[in-house]
């Protein structure tokens, strides 16, 4: 079975410019999150997807964040602009339905210059 | 504001010796995780406790979750090189969906042959 997909694995830019980070959950899974971990510190949910409702994005920046899942399946997160503290991995996680076991991409590591 | 302490945030060990994990909090949650996350790739989850007083084992892993539910731990006997990663503890809200979890910084463990 295939896992979590992410891309890019790595991304620098520098301040005030845009970013996008892609997810493709495992097949099936009808719950996809993106969690932001920053150096040293453990993972911080953003958002969280039922198929391609948000059921809770009470700790995504929504000034410069934003996310959708297309059509249930995939998902992307921009960030735009981007800010020095935004610097981190952005993790991708889904599950089968949202009390079920949380599997975890690579994450995509973004640096802000 | 819920939050998880962990303890230590380091361990560096030599092969064959044990360890124990702490993970507390002032707050009560309905289960809790434990995950293991190497360098360059997303938690995995080991386990995940719901009841009061709970033991697990997993091989030499040992995981007990808190009779009031408010801490746990991880015992590791006769610790491996294999077993070198971050381990991260991450509590689930009473009425919250199962990826909407408080994680802790962690414990980076080194086990040296």
């Known amino acids: 079975e295939a896992g979590v997909a992410q891309s890019p694995r790595y991304k620098i830019i520098e301040k005030r410019q845009s970013v996008a980070f892609w997810c493709n959950p495992i097949?099936?899974?009808?719950?996809l999150y993106w969690y932001q971990q920053i150096l040293g510190q453990g993972p911080k949910l953003l958002i969280q997807f039922q198929n391609n409702g948000v059921v809770d994005d009470s700790q995504l920046p929504k000034d410069r964040f934003s996310a959708e899942r297309l059509k249930g399946v995939d998902s992307t997160l921009k960030i735009q602009p981007a800010k020095l503290e935004d610097s981190a991995v952005y993790l991708c996680?889904?599950?089968?339905?949202?009390?079920?076991?949380?599997?975890f991409g690579e994450g995509s590591r973004l640096t802000v210059l | 504001t819920q939050l998880l302490e962990q303890s230590p945030q380091f361990l560096s060990i030599q092969e064959g010796e044990n360890l124990t994990v702490y993970c507390n909090s002032s707050?009560?949650?309905?289960?809790l995780q434990w995950y293991r996350q190497e360098p360059g790739e997303g938690p995995v989850l080991l386990v995940t406790?719901?009841?009061?007083?709970e033991v697990k084992k997993l091989k030499r892993l040992t995981f007990q979750f808190g009779d009031a539910r408010k801490d746990s731990s991880l015992h590791i006997t006769a610790a491996q090189p294999g077993d070198t990663g971050l381990y991260l503890c991450a509590g689930g809200s009473y009425g919250g969906s199962q990826g909407n979890l408080i994680f802790g910084k962690g414990t980076k463990l080194s086990v040296k042959p």
């Open positions: 406790v719901v009841t009061g007083g």
């Open positions: 996680a889904s599950s089968l339905y949202s009390t079920g076991e949380l599997f």
């Open positions: 097949s099936g899974h009808a719950t």
């Open positions: 707050s009560v949650f309905s289960s």
